[in-house]
């Protein structure tokens, strides 16, 4: 019963969007080293699924401006 509230439903969506927030975070740190405080400011803006494509995406970018790019095509303006 609770699970089904819209409250719950939203806790579990934040903390998944969270949760995938900082595995991305991590990985971009190991990548391309410690991440610009303003570009970690517009992944926090990114759905979980949005999060997840990046983090198929990244593997092909060869430096931060590539994921700078992507944030430019991918987020709504």
Not at 8 to 17: A, N, V
Not at 45 to 65: C, H, K, P, R
Request: charged fraction near 30%; glycine fraction near 4%.
């Amino acid at each position: 019963m609770m699970q089904e509230s819209v409250i719950y439903q939203d806790i579990l969506l934040k903390g998944e969007q969270k949760e995938a927030l900082r595995f991305l975070q991590r990985q971009l740190n190991r990548r391309f080293g410690e991440i610009d405080a303003s570009i970690i400011e517009r992944l926090r803006v990114l759905s979980t699924e949005q999060l997840e494509v990046l983090g198929e995406e990244f593997l092909d970018f060869a430096d931060v401006s590539d994921l700078v790019a992507w944030l430019e095509q991918n987020i709504d303006k």
